[in-house]
T-cell receptor
Framework: AQKVTQAQTEISVVEKEDVTLDCVYE???????LFWYKQPPSGELVFLIR??????QNEISGRYSWNFQKSTSSFNFTITASQVVDSAVYFCALSEGSGYALNFGKGTSLLVTP | NAGVTQTPKFRVLKTGQSMTLLCAQD?????MYWYRQDPGMGLRLIHYSVGEGTTAKGEVPDGYNVSRLKKQNFLLGLESAAPSQTSVYFCASTLYGVSGELFFGEGSRLTVL
């Protein structure tokens, strides 16, 4: 069963628009970790953020913010005032305390046009 | 500091040929992973290792073998390549296992004809 669901396959926005990428996860563990990675067109995977299951505090880093809600099993990612350089595939991932590796969602491809 | 290095970066094989992908990390990480990335499928775990001399199967292990003879190296082998193994392969390592950030290599693009 898919542990991480990223329902949005592709999103296209115009520069300066705000955009939210959705991530829904599934786990029975009480201890788990959530991640977001960015894969720009050059292909490398860039770590953005990690959250553990005991810390529901939202986080803001510049134009990026993350909303972690255990009640809805979601860990959504918002880019404010998007820029062309934000164009990339974004992956949400889950690792469980009882597990051994990250489980990745299928990714959301974001295209920001001028 | 090189981080995680994968070789080769690109390779074209014919069906039935064998090859080995090498992953080397210089961060003294215990945990190492091989993922494959296919369009629309995200990253899927092939094999992983929790320390020198250990390996274990991931989600999609069939057709692959791995070895971790040295802590810094994690080898992924294809004994008899098939077109279904055409993919981009990523190696990753981490110090803290499931709680830690994964450090990825740049990827290896493999085409099997």
């Amino acid at each position: 069963a898919q542990k991480v669901t990223q329902a949005q396959t592709e999103i296209s926005v115009v520069e300066k628009e705000d955009v939210t990428l959705d991530c829904v996860y599934e786990t029975r563990d009480t201890t788990y970790y959530l991640f977001w990675y960015k894969q720009p067109p050059s292909g490398e995977l860039v770590f953005l953020i990690r959250r553990n299951s005991f810390d529901e505090q939202n986080e803001i880093s510049g134009r990026y913010s993350w909303n972690f809600q255990k009640s809805t099993s979601s860990f959504n990612f918002t880019i404010t005032a998007s820029q062309v350089v934000d164009s990339a595939v974004y992956f949400c991932a889950l690792s469980e305390g009882s597990g051994y590796a990250l489980n990745f969602g299928k990714g959301t491809s974001l295209l920001v046009t001028p | 500091n090189a981080g995680v290095t994968q070789t080769p970066k690109f390779r074209v094989l014919k069906t039935g040929q064998s090859m080995t992908l090498l992953c080397a990390q210089d961060m003294n990480h215990e945990y190492m992973y091989w993922y494959r990335q296919d369009p629309g499928m995200g990253l899927r775990l092939i094999h992983y290792s929790v320390g020198e001399g250990t390996t274990a199967k991931g989600e999609v292990p069939d057709g692959y073998n791995v070895s971790r003879l040295k802590k810094q190296n994690f080898l992924l082998g294809l004994e008899s390549a098939a077109p279904s193994q055409t993919s981009v392969y990523f190696c990753a390592s981490t110090l803290y296992g499931v709680s830690g950030e994964l450090f990825f290599g740049e990827g290896s693009r493999l085409t099997v004809l």
